[in-house]
Structure formats: C-alpha cells, structure tokens
C-alpha cells in the first residue's frame, strides 16, 4: 500500500513562492509516476474534480504541466530519498487550493500516468493579494 505525505504548504503573499514536498513509502518509488493535483475548497472532493497541476515519469525526464502554470512551477523527484517536489513561484491568488500528492505504479522511463489510484491528505496553499 503506497502510503503519501505531504508538507510545505502555507499562506504567502501574491508573487511569493513555496516549494511542496511528498514523501512516499510502502513501495518501491522508482515503480510509481508522482504527480500534483490541486482542488479549490467548496468543490466536491473527488480526485476526478481535481485539476492535475504537474505530472512526472518514474526517471524524471517526462514532465507535464498544466497550462495555468507553465513557467512557474517545477516538479522534480528523488528516488534516492524518495520524494517529488513542486516548486511555486510567482504565485497568483487562482493559485489557492489544497494540494494533493499522488502516485501510480508505472514501469520505468518518461511515461506518464494519467490516472492515480493513491493519493495523499493534501496541503493548504493560501495566496493572498
């Protein structure tokens, strides 16, 4: 069971920056796509209402991004110590949301899922202008 935590979620001012930080266990992270979802509160909580903000393969070469944040975020993995990390800058008040991590199993190379069967609890990301 693929187990997601996430941290480095927080309030920051308009054109400020965070950096998110998803820790995985419980299988082996070289076999699982990570990506980073967000939902606005008020929506109805189904990860298929959830818009997907970054994706990445299992080597970290494939990299999607969701046009609203192209140029300003930046994902990247470690599959050292086993974490994917959004990094956030410029960021907007549309920005604000709760941000979810998410995995799936994935063979290795640049391919990326478009599904996620697991997911983590989710951090609050507040941008204030």
């Known amino acids: 069971q693929v187990q997601l935590v996430e941290s480095g979620g927080g309030s920051v001012q308009a054109g400020g920056s965070l950096t998110l930080f998803c820790r995985a266990s419980g299988y082996r992270f070289r076999g699982l796509c990570m990506g980073w979802f967000r939902q606005v509160a008020g929506e109805e909580d189904d990860w298929e209402a959830r818009?997907?903000?970054?994706?990445?393969?299992?080597?970290?070469?494939?990299?999607y991004y969701a046009d609203s944040v192209k140029g300003r975020f930046t994902i990247s993995r470690d599959n050292v110590v086993d974490r994917v990390t959004l990094q956030m800058a410029n960021l907007q008040a549309d920005d604000t949301a709760m941000y979810y991590c998410a995995a799936e199993p994935c063979t290795w190379g640049v391919r990326l899922s478009t599904s996620f069967t697991y997911w983590g609890q989710g951090t609050q990301v507040t941008v204030s202008t």
């Open positions: 818009e997907r903000v970054a994706t990445i393969s299992t080597n970290g070469v494939g990299k």
